[in-house]
């Protein structure tokens, strides 16, 4: 036996119940539909004339029904004559690569065949501007030459800076459309000044490049469209600041302020561009952004299959196991921290050879005196909030909170004979 093993092999894992975490669900039953109907307000797809080449701006994040929305998107331009083509707009994600970020794409269900338009990823660039600062300003050369560029993206609250425009239809400008190059701008004088560089930068390409306007989303804390609005350019900054406090109002959260020990079974790019949202588990890469429970020890299990091996995130957490580490792709979580400039959250943790021992040590040293009294709560993912395991420590509070639902009587966390969580 390890002396890892020897070490931890006395602490006790706590046993556990399934509770229903209750959120407003209100959502949109057919978000295609209503997204047809933005299309036809002015300011939409009445801008495009016929025989105009029209770039569809698409990212990397877990956005609900976005393949849905892109095709959506597409079909009317098509119906208006345009000429769609898309583009993915990541910044760095994909490994920083043209046909890692077409595969990025794939993955989300956005392929040439279903879409009906072709996918020309580039990771070339031209350099629009500069800010007063200094910092370059530069687009996607393949979208620069198109009659039109369109933008489809979830507003969210940021993970790493708060600002009157955080994640949304600005950032996607500035840095998906941007390219590993616009990203690494943006990033260059650190998070600091990222809600006053995202939004400059943005500003500039929306009045340099035909941008004709941003499908913005906004999802309920299930992960489920619940707004779908069109934003003619010169409408996207003032109206995403609203759909920002809206978003904010719906993230999903874990409905307890303190927690001895985190199990996050999955992280990955589809689900945070930090693997994992801070702001559920209050764990931020930067000083700049705050919110969440206060969490003493944070395991992560394992990585996303859609994530093709980056781990970024994966730093932020206390304890992980052999089995992540082995997943991972170490160009491509390394290239978010050089691109970014945080490279904590993509450093290796320490790592355990399975999930059994990866919780006991986080138990060990969440440090409380009596290990049998650990407030554990387990996720699949950030994404996914609504139901969750909590130990029986936390049953009595659980129990007085109106919003959660004890579902079953306690357990035993299920361990698989290779000492892994099934």
């Known amino acids: 036996m390890s002396i890892l093993r020897t070490v931890l092999e006395d602490i006790p894992v706590p046993q556990v119940v399934r509770i229903r975490q209750k959120f ?19 300011g939409a797809i009445d801008q495009i004339k016929p025989g105009q080449s029209v770039a569809v701006a698409v990212g990397s994040r877990g956005v609900a029904n976005i393949a849905l929305f892109t095709k959506t998107t597409i079909d009317a331009i098509k119906q208006a004559g345009g000429e769609p083509f898309i583009v993915p707009c990541m910044g760095s994600h994909g490994g920083a690569t043209a046909e890692g970020q077409k595969e990025v794409l794939h993955h989300l269900g ?56 955080e994640s949304g239809i600005m950032k996607m400008i500035a840095i998906g459309l941007g390219k590993q190059k616009g990203a690494e701008a943006c990033h260059q004088l650190g998070f600091k000044y990222m809600a006053e560089n995202v939004p400059a930068m943005a500003k500039i390409m929306i009045d340099k490049l035909p941008i004709l306007f941003g499908v913005a989303l906004v999802e309920n804390a299930y992960d489920e469209t619940c707004l779908v609005e069109v934003l003619p350019a010169a409408q996207i900054e003032e109206r995403e600041m609203e759909l920002l406090e809206m978003a904010k109002a719906r993230l999903p959260k874990i409905l307890f302020g303190q927690i001895d020990v985190l199990v996050i079974d999955y992280i990955g790019k589809n689900i945070s561009g930090d693997g994992m949202d801070p702001n559920v588990t209050g764990r931020y890469p930067t000083p700049y952004a705050h919110g969440g ?24 957490a206390d304890f992980t196991t052999q089995r992540l580490v082995d997943k991972m792709d170490k160009a491509a979580t390394f290239v978010n921290g050089l691109t970014s400039t945080v490279c904590a959250p993509t450093k290796i943790t320490t790592y355990l050879d399975n999930d059994y021992y990866a919780v006991k040590a986080a138990v060990k040293t969440c440090n409380i005196l009596d290990y049998t009294k650990c407030r554990l709560v387990r996720i699949q993912d950030t994404l996914h909030l609504g139901e969750i395991e909590i130990s029986v420590n936390l049953l009595e509070e659980a129990r007085q909170h109106p919003d959660i639902e004890v579902l079953t009587e306690p357990y035993d966390l299920p361990f698989d004979s290779e000492g892994n969580l099934v």
């Open 24 to 42: 407003d669900a209100a959502k949109l039953d057919h978000p295609a539909e209503v997204l047809k109907q933005e299309l036809q307000k002015p």
């Open 110 to 165: 956005v392929t040439e065949e279903a879409m009906g338009a072709p996918i020309r990823s580039s990771m070339e660039v031209i350099q629009l501007d500069q800010l007063p600062n200094g910092l370059p300003v530069y687009v996607d050369r393949i979208a620069s030459e198109a009659d039109a560029i369109v933008v489809i993206n979830r507003v969210k609250p940021h993970t790493a800076f708060r600002g009157r425009i």
């Open 293 to 316: 429970p206060d969490v003493s020890k944070m395991v992560v299990l394992d990585l996303t299959p859609e994530t093709k091996g980056n781990a970024n995130g994966v730093g932020t």
